[in-house]
């Protein structure tokens, strides 16, 4: 099993819907959590950090659920630049730190 | 710029062949990842610097795979021999470190293509 798991999509939604995609980790070790955009043929870019108590930032929202192992990405009023790859890391803290990727979800936004 | 450079941008190599991929990061970033992309897949950690300390070269998938930091700022990955399952997207990025709040930088990449 992956340590970090995500659902590869793609989600193809119309513009303004609401959609959510969870990533789940399976050390519970792991303490820091992130959201990062990666647009076709381009380089990631951080989205955002995800908090324990769970954090909002415009139209996105990011959640962790220690207790199941997953945190989850929700997108409201959907653009149709919203559309690209968003990726989840995990970092897990122990005798030595690792950094793991998720393999992407996949989010295209239709007109 | 102000952001992290990578050299070249594409590279086709033939088989058996030695490349080096250079990775110039934001000024004052302690920290220095390489990962590579295959198409459609999401990142494999390479190799990690830290500062002067020891790298932590546990995702080096092979002993044909190298890299240096020199001055604690540019970084050159080498892989040797290249095979074409090397072909890839290789992603360098910087931060600050391997901390609860690092954010990690990334350059455009170096696409390699080994025929």
């Known amino acids: 099993r992956k340590e970090v798991e995500q659902d590869p999509g793609p989600f193809n939604v119309p513009e303004g819907a609401t959609v959510a995609f969870n990533c789940t980790y399976s050390n519970s070790a792991s303490q820091s959590f992130f959201w990062y955009r990666q647009d076709c043929r381009k380089e990631p870019k951080l989205l955002m950090s995800?908090?324990?108590s769970g954090n909002e930032d415009g139209r996105f929202t990011a959640q962790l659920n220690r207790a199941s192992q997953y945190i989850s990405l929700l997108i409201r009023d959907s653009k149709l630049s919203d559309s690209a790859t968003y990726l989840c890391?995990?970092?897990?803290?122990?005798?030595?730190?690792?950094?793991?990727f998720g393999s992407g979800t996949r989010l295209s936004i239709r007109p | 710029g102000a952001g992290v450079s990578q050299s070249p941008s594409n590279k086709v190599t033939e088989k058996g062949k030695d490349v080096e991929l250079r990775c110039d990061p934001i000024?004052?970033?302690?920290?220095l990842y390489w990962y590579r992309q295959s198409l459609g897949q999401g990142l494999e950690f390479l190799i990690y610097?830290?500062?002067?300390?020891?790298?932590?070269k546990s995702g080096l998938p092979s002993d044909r795979f190298s890299a240096e930091r020199t001055g604690g700022s540019v970084s050159t990955l080498t892989i040797q021999r290249t095979q074409q399952e090397d072909s890839a997207v290789y992603l360098c990025?910087?931060?600050?470190?391997?901390?609860?709040?690092?954010?990690?930088?990334f350059g455009p990449g170096t696409r390699l293509t080994v025929l």
């Open positions: 890391v995990v970092i897990f803290y122990s005798s030595a730190s690792k950094i793991i």
């Open positions: 000024s004052g970033h302690t920290a």
């Open positions: 995800v908090y324990s």
């Open positions: 610097f830290q500062g002067n300390s020891a790298p932590d």
């Open positions: 990025a910087g931060g600050h470190g391997r901390g609860r709040t690092d954010t990690q930088y």
